[in-house]
Structure formats: structure tokens, C-alpha cells
């Protein structure tokens, strides 16, 4: 893929809150294109990540149009870099016009990766697990491999643009649905699509069939890690029922697996990322020890691994009451996953709900009948709430409401099964709100 941006009209479509648009927008800038970022959200609502622009904003490297998109300026791009958030961007009229006069459009992770060979990247995907199973992927190989430079990216936070890779780095990306539709299918030019050759797939299951429409549009965006590319004509595809690995090296990975984060999910996790690896090193032709002996050293250097902010993070006892951090769930499968991590269910405060993605939440409202308490919040709390449930509307109120309900050694589990975007503007946030009520339990 061309990286050569100079002289070019570059349009950043959506800045975003989160770098990806600000990365994408200073890397253009340096490489001497023209730079126009345009957003819905008003100069107020970005005011912070402006302001982290100021100097390129002053000088006129890069200009902006915000409140509104206009046609014209999609017309006069040679490049898009589009948020990969836009819902439904194949009828989006300024993406459309954008390929009617022949512009490129990427995403920020697709100039990240660059012209990076795939042989050196891992690709993970799936509808839960994919955070953890990466971090898992970047702990194993930093401990037991540092000369290969693992770099850990992708949906997972931060922007490689703003801080690349050392050379000859083992690049482990998680890529969202959104992520994979631009990258690995045919909404970007034959010539600008990727696919990693070790290509991770954790599980399917509904989820942004808001975004998606239908649930083959969801699946088949999913399972294009695995297609050809002009990057990598053969994927290795990674998952817990086809790999290439022996059984008696499974056998090893789960005998050996001692990991200080609870669920039988997380043990998926960890032998998913153990194999990932293992894969990536004959891609990478650095099997120079028997695959036994590797394995079980990868195996080890998870003993250590803290699991990440938000995935069943355990805050601590609080008037005897465990309580547990899940903010990060987002589907009713893993929402089912963590109260089974910390069964018996009849222990558990479940706190669920947020945002609608258009998926079945039957699943969650199901459990609350085995529950302690079931305490429901946002845009889906009601309908959580009809079989035995307590709509509480928010995390302060649920809070409250477990809290004059538990007994001595039960437990207090945030696992919304949504996103949290009707109430905030993230899971960080949604998951920063809970441990702060928590921790008011004291007062």
C-alpha cells in the first residue's frame, strides 16, 4: 500500500474521542497532505482533542468543518479516513461520493499497519475474549520472546501512528467488527486490504447488529480475518477447534494453565493465545526449540498475567460483599460467562443493561430467577427488568439497591451485556462510575 500522503487532500471523517481520528490527522499533517477534519460533534464536544491540535489548527496544516458533513468536500478528496464507527457506511451518501470521484479510504488501523508484512502480525477478532486473549497473546510473548518486540494495538486503545512499532516487531492487533469490514472486504480497493497470517477468530455470537443490520452482514465482517489479501493470500486461521497444533501440546497447555484471573473463559483465552503464538512462530520460522517445551514456557508466563481494567476486575470486600468490575461486557454471552466465573448465582448482584445493539438479551433476564438480585440499568433496563428484575436506571442507583439486599459473602457483579453508549461514552467510564459507587459504600 502507497504511504506517500504528500500534497494530497486528505479528509479525517469523524475525529472521535478516543485518538484514532487525531492520530490519523497529525500523521497526515507530518507527511505533508492537506488536512480537513470533519465531525458531527460540535467544537465544544471535541474541544479536548482540539485543543491537543492547536498548533497544526493555528499553522493551517489542518483545517476543520464541525456540526455537519458536506458533500463537497468528499468530492474533492484524494483520501478518506473514515472512523470505522460510522454505522452502515455503505449507504453513507459522503462515502459514496467520496468513491464516485475515485478517493482511497482508509481507516486509522489500516495506515498503522502500513506496509508491515502479514507474516509478523496476529490478527484477533471475536465477539468476547478478543481484548483479553491479545493482552494475553503481548504478555506470553514479551516474557518468553522480548527480541521479537511484540507491539500490542488495534481496537484495544492507543494508535501505533503515534507511537510505531520497532522494527522487525511482532504487531498482536484486536480488530472489532467495524474494523475488519474496511480492512479485509471489499469496501476498500483490492490493493489497500489486509489480513494478518495468523488470524485469530475467539467466537461468533450476535452483537452490533445495530451496526451490521443482519447477522450475516456481523458474521461474515468477523470471519474475513481469515480471507485472502493482497497482504497475505493464506491466512492461518486460530481458534480453539482448528489449529495446528497436536493434541498432546493442548493436553500440556491446559495441565500447566494457572492463571490468577477467574473463569473457565479465561482459561479459553489462554490456551487460544498459547497456540496464536505458537502458530505465529513457525510463520515467523522461530520454532528453534521443540513445540512442547515452548508451549510450556508460554503457558507459565501467564501464571502472572493481571487481566485487564473493566474484565472482571475484582475491587475488593466491602462490608463482606465481593464485588467485581465487568464493564467491558458488552454481549448477554459474556455477561453468562462472568456469573459463571463467580457462581453459585444465587450469591450474585447483577447489574445489567445499556445501550440497545439490537440483540436478544433474553439470555440476562432469563438468569434472574437463580439470582441474588438482578439491578438494571439504560436503555434496556426495562425490558431486562420484566421477569424478576429491579430497574434501577442507574449505576448509582443499582449500586444502592444491591447493597440494602446483600448478605455477608455474596457478590456485586457489574456485567451489562451492552454497550455503554446511552449512558456514557464509554465502557472506562461506565466501569469508573461503578467503582466509585462502590467505593461510597464506605462513607
Known amino acids: 500500500m502507497s504511504q506517500d500522503f504528500s500534497n494530497i487532500q486528505a479528509v479525517v471523517m469523524g475525529l472521535g474521542l478516543f485518538g484514532g481520528g487525531e492520530a490519523a490527522a497529525r500523521h497526515l499533517a507530518a507527511s505533508g497532505a492537506k488536512v480537513l477534519i470533519t465531525d458531527l460533534r460540535s467544537e465544544n464536544e471535541l474541544s479536548t482533542t482540539l485543543s491537543r491540535l492547536n498548533p497544526l489548527l493555528e499553522s493551517g496544516q489542518i483545517t476543520t468543518r464541525l456540526g455537519e458533513h458536506v458533500i463537497e468536500d468528499f468530492l474533492k478528496a484524494d483520501l478518506v479516513v473514515v472512523n470505522p464507527a460510522i454505522p452502515q457506511p455503505w449507504e453513507n451518501p459522503f462515502l459514496i461520493a467520496a468513491r464516485s470521484v475515485g478517493a482511497k479510504i482508509l481507516t486509522e488501523i489500516r495506515m498503522a499497519i502500513g506496509n508491515t508484512p502479514s507474516e509478523r502480525v496476529i490478527g484477533v477478532t471475536g465477539s468476547s475474549g478478543k481484548s483479553t486473549t491479545s493482552a494475553m497473546i503481548h504478555h506470553a510473548m514479551k516474557s518468553v520472546y522480548p527480541e521479537l518486540n511484540p507491539t500490542l494495538g488495534g481496537n484495544i486503545g492507543g494508535s501505533l501512528l503515534e507511537d510505531p512499532p520497532l522494527p522487525n516487531a511482532s504487531l498482536i492487533l484486536e480488530l472489532s467488527s467495524f474494523m475488519l469490514y474496511w480492512l479485509a472486504t471489499d469496501a476498500s480497493k483490492e490493493e489497500d486490504r489486509f489480513t494478518p497470517a495468523t488470524a485469530v477468530l475467539t467466537n461468533i455470537a450476535p452483537n452490533h447488529l445495530d451496526w451490521h443490520s443482519t447477522m450475516e452482514h456481523y458474521v461474515s465482517s468477523k470471519k474475513s480475518i481469515c480471507a485472502p489479501s493482497i497482504a497475505c493470500s493464506a491466512p492461518h486461521k486460530v481458534t480453539l477447534d482448528e489449529h495446528s497444533s497436536s493434541k498432546e501440546v493442548e493436553r500440556l497447555i491446559e495441565s500447566e494453565l494457572n492463571l490468577k484471573i477467574p473463569g473457565s473463559h479465561n482459561r479459553d483465552n489462554a490456551r487460544l493465545a498459547v497456540l496464536s503464538i505458537l502458530t505465529h512462530l513457525k510463520i515467523r520460522k522461530m520454532n528453534t526449540e521443540s513445540e512442547l517445551s515452548i508451549a510450556t514456557r508460554l503457558t507459565q508466563a501467564l501464571e502472572d498475567f493481571p487481566g485487564l481494567p473493566h474484565r472482571l476486575h475484582h475491587l475488593g470486600t466491602f462490608s463482606d460483599i465481593e464485588c467485581f468490575n465487568d464493564s467491558k461486557s458488552t454481549t448477554p454471552e459474556a455477561t453468562l460467562k462472568a456469573v459463571e466465573s463467580l457462581s453459585p448465582p444465587s450469591r450474585i448482584h447483577l447489574i445489567a443493561g445499556g445501550y440497545d445493539k ?86
Open 358 to 443: 439490537g440483540v436478544d438479551l433474553k439470555p440476562i433476564s432469563q438468569l434472574s430467577d437463580s439470582l441474588a438480585g438482578l439491578y438494571t440499568i439504560g436503555d434496556t433496563g426495562p425490558a431486562l427488568a420484566m421477569n424478576s428484575g429491579r430497574h434501577c436506571h442507574t449505576i448509582e442507583g443499582a449500586v444502592q439497591a444491591a447493597a440494602e439486599h446483600a448478605r455477608p459473602g455474596d457478590v456485586l457483579l457489574l456485567s451489562p451485556g451492552c454497550a455503554s453508549w446511552d449512558q456514557f461514552s464509554n465502557f472506562e467510564a461506565r466501569g469508573n462510575a461503578f467503582e466509585a459507587a462502590v467505593k461510597r459504600l464506605l462513607i
